[in-house]
């Protein structure tokens, strides 16, 4: 369960930022009763998608009604044609991590990367969400050996009780010294899938973590951003996920 990844003292010493993630989904007593595997495995909280007036996309329709219509909490990156955010708390630091998932059906088992487990929508696959068969099931994640990497997870909410997030983001910090040998920066409630911004992992590359540098490696984070109509706001709020994020990886204060 949720609560058992965020209460278990080998996880918190070893994966934090997903400890911390796992603490943070739903209520106390949600976390009590959801699994993992249900977390990474739920479909859209699309308004859309879950209620029975609108054929969309995900439903088998010939259309998105996010674009005209009520997006304030969908994608600001991946171009369509669906706009959901992906709603798993768990994905994020789970691609950060750098895990692998274990899917097992009638044709044996097979190893997928969480990088390369979520799929983005295109028209052939649109009702899809994972590259998960429909006679396969997800037994197990197995996560590497964490080594010396330091770690921030952060996430914005409208209110800080259960709420979903507006934008949340995991950063992993490689370091030499004081300087980042590599960086791994995955943001979470911004696409359909989990988002790695690569662009700010080059840009914290080679660097000492200054409030400046987070700042930079935050803008860079946005690169390519496309906002809806209503959801512009979302691109400022990511910003602030991945600088916080860094900065808590790197120890420094948060303003």
């Given at each position: ?8 003292a080998?996880?918190a ?26 977390n ?68 044996g ?140 990886a ?6």
């Amino acid at each position: 369960t949720l609560t058992q990844i965020e209460t278990d003292a080998t996880i918190a010493a070893r994966y934090p930022a997903l400890a911390e993630a796992a603490g943070l989904a739903a209520t106390p007593q949600l976390r009590n009763m959801a699994t993992l595997g249900g977390n990474l495995l739920q479909r859209p909280r699309c308004w859309y998608y879950r209620n029975e007036e609108f054929i969309c996309y995900k439903k088998g329709g010939n259309r998105c009604f996010t674009p005209e219509g009520e997006n304030q909490f969908h994608s600001i990156f991946g171009d369509g044609p669906s706009y959901i955010v992906h709603p798993s708390s768990l994905a994020v630091p789970f691609v950060a991590y750098d895990a692998t998932f274990r899917l097992v059906g009638p044709r044996g088992e097979r190893m997928v990367k969480a990088a390369d487990y979520f799929t983005m929508p295109t028209k052939a696959n649109v009702q899809r969400e994972n590259v998960l068969e429909p006679d396969e099931l997800l037994t197990h994640v197995i996560l590497p050996a964490p080594g010396g990497v330091k770690s921030g997870h952060y996430e914005v909410r409208f209110k800080t009780s259960h709420d979903w997030p507006i934008a949340f983001a995991t950063v992993l910090l490689s370091m030499s010294g004081s300087t980042v040998q590599g960086a791994r920066v995955v943001m979470g409630a911004v696409a359909p899938v989990p988002w790695r911004a690569q662009a700010a992992e080059k840009a914290l590359a080679g660097k000492r973590i200054t409030p400046e540098t987070a700042v930079a490696a935050a803008e860079a984070a946005l690169t390519g951003a496309e906002p809806l109509s209503r959801n512009g706001y979302k691109v400022q709020v990511a910003k602030t996920a991945v600088e916080r994020a860094i900065l808590q990886a790197a120890g420094l204060p948060i303003a």
